[in-house]
Nanobody, 123 residues
Framework: QVQLVESGGGSVQAGGSLRLSCAASGRTSPSYAMGWFRQAPGKEREFVSFIRWNGGNTGYAASVKGRFTISRDNAKNTVYLQMNSLLPEDTAVYYC????????????????WGQGTQVTVSS
């Protein structure tokens, strides 16, 4: 089992920044990919970004590319999502997830999920 705990959400005005953290514990593996997803009210959960523990390959949704940066601290087993130039449409619950094998862009392939952290961006 892998436990994931997100933190760092909050309320900001448009143009502001937040940094989300995801602390992983339990039976983590260097082969895992870590993803960030988000879900706004009435909408499906959507991919935001991923990073691989091993090698650090990253990917971003087109809607956040250039504004969000994902990173990892292997020593702390923590993944970060730095979110800059936030827009009202970024408002959602953000989830951290761990993937053993599968499509890093597909929420259904992820094996473990955190509880989520709310991000609210006001105009």
């Amino acid at each position: 089992q892998v436990q994931l705990v997100e933190s760092g959400g909050g309320s900001v005005q448009a143009g502001g920044s937040l940094r989300l953290s995801c602390a992983a514990s339990g039976r983590t593996s260097p082969s895992y990919a870590m993803g960030w997803f988000r879900q706004a009210p009435g909408k499906e959960r959507e991919f935001v970004s991923f990073i691989r523990w091993n090698g650090g390959n990253t990917g971003y949704a087109a809607s956040v590319k250039g504004r969000f940066t994902i990173s990892r601290d292997n020593a702390k087993n923590t993944v970060y999502l730095q979110m800059n130039s936030l827009l009202p449409e970024d408002t959602a619950v953000y989830y951290c997830a761990a993937l053993n094998r599968g499509n890093v862009y597909s929420a259904r392939d992820y094996d473990y999920w955190g509880q989520g952290t709310q991000v609210t961006v006001s105009s």
